[in-house]
C-alpha cells in the first residue's frame, strides 16, 4: 500500500477574522480633566463600542457651556445631538481602539 502525504499548500486556508474587545472609560460625572464619581473600565466585545456624552447648558449670554462627561460603554450608541429645553446633549461613539473615549474635554461649543 502506497501512502501519499497530505498537501496542505494547494487547499485554501480559511481565516475568520472577529473583531478584539475594546476597553471603554467609564464616568458618571467627569469635569475639567477629572473623573469626580464612577470611575472604572468597561469591555465592548463587537457592538458600537464606547460612548462619550457631553451635557452643556445653554447660558444667559446666548452659549452653550459644557457642565459635565459622561463615559460608557453602550450597545445602541449613535452619535447625536439631542436638546431638551436647556439642555443639550451631545453623543459620540467610537471602537476599535482601547480607551477611544478618553476625554479630551472643551469647555464650550
Given at each position: 500500500?502506497?501512502?501519499?502525504?497530505?498537501?496542505?499548500?494547494?487547499?485554501?486556508?480559511?481565516?475568520?477574522?472577529?473583531?478584539?474587545?475594546?476597553?471603554?472609560?467609564v464616568?458618571?460625572?467627569?469635569?475639567?480633566?477629572?473623573c469626580?464619581?464612577?470611575?472604572?473600565?468597561?469591555?465592548?466585545?463587537?457592538?458600537?463600542?464606547?460612548?462619550?456624552?457631553?451635557?452643556?447648558?445653554?447660558?444667559?449670554?446666548?452659549?452653550?457651556?459644557?457642565?459635565?462627561?459622561?463615559?460608557?460603554?453602550?450597545?445602541?450608541?449613535?452619535?447625536?445631538?439631542?436638546?431638551?429645553?436647556?439642555?443639550?446633549?451631545?453623543?459620540?461613539?467610537?471602537?476599535?481602539?482601547?480607551?477611544?473615549n478618553?476625554?479630551?474635554?472643551?469647555?464650550?461649543?
Amino acid at each position: 500500500v502506497k501512502r501519499t502525504p497530505i498537501q496542505l499548500c494547494n487547499q485554501p486556508l480559511l481565516l475568520f477574522s472577529i473583531a478584539p474587545d475594546t476597553l471603554c472609560m467609564v464616568c458618571k460625572n467627569f469635569k475639567k480633566g477629572q473623573c469626580l464619581q464612577g470611575k472604572d473600565n468597561c469591555t465592548m466585545e463587537q457592538g458600537p463600542g464606547c460612548r462619550t456624552r457631553d451635557f452643556f447648558l445653554f447660558s444667559e449670554k446666548g452659549r452653550w457651556n459644557l457642565n459635565h462627561t459622561e463615559l460608557d460603554c453602550y450597545d445602541f450608541c449613535m452619535s447625536s445631538n439631542y436638546y431638551i429645553g436647556a439642555l443639550k446633549i451631545s453623543t459620540f461613539c467610537c471602537k476599535g481602539r482601547d480607551f477611544c473615549n478618553k476625554y479630551t474635554g472643551k469647555e464650550k461649543e
